[in-house]
């Protein structure tokens, strides 16, 4: 596994963010697939982060969410990113492509919903609502029937 496969979505984002900001101040190839360097934290303090890309678990940062650690961290995937560009593009473009598909699933959905709509009876549709307002969370109950029910 990757050094961005092991990081949190959450994470390599973060990470992506902070390459694209420049919050990566320097670093150095120290050997094959090692890269040490400073990165800029969102406090303004910098991390000293070590990234070994053969064997990413033995990568470190001084940061509060990684150090002492075997986590991932925004500062790593920032150098990572820093070190290997392409990756950042390759990264970009993933999000992008996995963005274009979830619209697009999220139009089949809301066609297949209209279609299973359309084809319910009067009394199918009226045991739908009365069971999904008995079964949501208790504001959209209220809402419902308070404001339309009971004036």
């Known amino acids: 596994?990757?050094?961005?496969?092991?990081?949190?979505?959450?994470?390599?984002?973060?990470?992506?963010?902070?390459?694209?900001?420049?919050?990566?101040?320097?670093?150095?190839?120290?050997?094959?697939?090692?890269?040490?360097?400073?990165?800029?934290?969102?406090?303004?303090?910098?991390?000293?982060?070590?990234?070994?890309?053969?064997?990413?678990?033995?990568?470190?940062?001084?940061?509060?969410?990684?150090?002492?650690?075997?986590?991932?961290?925004?500062?790593?995937?920032?150098?990572?990113?820093?070190?290997?560009?392409?990756?950042?593009k390759r990264y970009m473009k993933e999000i992008e492509e996995y963005e274009v598909e979830a619209k697009q699933q999220e139009k089949e959905m809301h066609i297949n919903v209209a279609k299973y709509i359309a084809g319910l009876s009067k009394a199918e549709l009226q045991q739908a609502l009365t069971e999904l307002l008995y079964d949501s969370p208790e504001w959209i109950f209220d809402r419902f029937v308070r404001y339309r029910v009971e004036e």
Request: glycine share 8%.
């Open 1 to 88: 596994m990757g050094l961005l496969s092991m990081a949190s979505n959450a994470s390599a984002w973060r990470g992506y963010e902070y390459h694209l900001h420049k919050n990566v101040i320097s670093y150095k190839k120290t050997d094959e697939g090692k890269y040490e360097g400073q990165v800029r934290g969102s406090n303004e303090e910098n991390y000293s982060v070590l990234i070994d890309v053969e064997h990413p678990r033995k990568s470190s940062c001084n940061c509060p969410h990684a150090f002492g650690t075997r986590i991932i961290c925004k500062h790593m995937i920032a150098l990572y990113f820093g070190a290997f560009p392409n990756e950042a």
